[in-house]
């Protein structure tokens, strides 16, 4: 967003916050006790028929990790 529209932006009702961009590394070796994950697993909980999207500018699509991931 240009930084010119981030005050007019801040006086609308429905915007709750305004932030940074922030870069997130998340590592499993790390992140899966953080949430306290193996708690929801006991109960039952693994993540099946749950869909996520990640909305962002953009990405690299050269990135292994994405092949054969990224839909649209």
Known sequence: MP???????????GVEGI???KEY???LDTSVHQINAPSAWN?????SGI????LDTGIDDTNEML??????
């Open 3 to 13: 930084a010119d529209k981030v005050i007019p932006l801040s006086f609308n009702d």
């Open 19 to 21: 932030f940074s961009d």
């Open 25 to 27: 590394n998340m590592l």
């Open 43 to 47: 109960l039952g909980y693994n993540g």
């Open 51 to 54: 869909k996520i999207a990640v």
């Open 67 to 72: 092949f054969g991931k990224v839909i649209a």
